[in-house]
């Protein structure tokens, strides 16, 4: 089934980009229709294909992997939407657990990295990210409630996409040495600190600059 996957995949991919260009050439003007409808929606087709495609690695998940994933994906509800600016993203609405995708951005990862990007979705719901991120609104900026629920999934995954958060790369990034397994409020709270320090530095340094400067 592995092979299978990594073969439809490159196909499903092909089809969806084709038929968005098209679609993006003939889409009404700005203004021309009401703001609800602007959205590019793929064709029935379409998403039948892809989905169905979706449900293949949930079988492999279950089959092959890691099935408890496996059947929690199986348990969502999937929705497509070609302006979600990431490969997958999770809510809870109406009772149910909401699984997006954006196929433009799911089906170019590698096999593995599909299975980690739906794995990082799942971990969310299950460790209530999405009700302790309310619980920090306010308290801390949105940046740093993201990348700390990131970061804490991504501990206990590999195979991450290219882009995805880790603590090599945000303790370069802040100048910290963040340690793995710690909490989503202990990382939300270091990663606070750390742009804090760095926005005062960047300040002090414009002072200075501006000092510097020779006068009229």
């Keep these: 089934m592995y092979e299978e996957l990594v073969k439809e995949k490159t196909v499903y991919y092909q089809k969806i980009y084709d038929w968005v260009k098209v679609a993006e050439q003939h889409k009404p003007a700005y203004g021309e229709v009401p703001k609800s409808f602007r959205k590019i929606v793929l064709p029935e087709n379409l998403s039948v294909e892809f989905l169905r495609f979706v449900d293949k690695i949930s079988m492999n998940l279950m089959e092959e992997r890691e099935n408890f994933y496996g059947y929690f994906l199986l348990q969502m509800t999937r929705v497509i939407d070609l302006y979600l600016p990431s490969p997958t993203g999770v809510n809870f609405t109406g009772g149910k657990f909401v699984l997006y995708f954006n196929p433009l951005l799911f089906l170019p990862l590698r096999v593995e990295q599909m299975f980690t990007t739906i794995q990082h979705e799942i971990l969310h719901l299950v460790s209530l990210h999405l009700q302790r991120a309310k619980n920090l609104q306010g308290k801390y900026r949105k940046l740093v409630i993201n990348l700390a ?68």
Excluded at 161 to 172: G, H, M, Q, R, Y
Excluded at 187 to 203: C, D, G
Excluded at 207 to 215: C, K, R, V, Y
């Design 149 to 216: 629920m990131d970061l804490t999934v991504n501990n206990y995954l590999t195979n991450l996409p290219p882009d995805a958060v880790d603590l090599a790369s945000i303790n370069k990034k802040y100048s910290i040495d963040l340690k793995p397994y710690e909490s989503l409020e202990f990382y939300a709270e270091a990663l606070e600190k750390a742009i804090k320090v760095r926005k005062n530095k960047e300040t002090e340094e414009e002072g200075d600059s501006d000092e510097s400067e020779p006068g009229d």
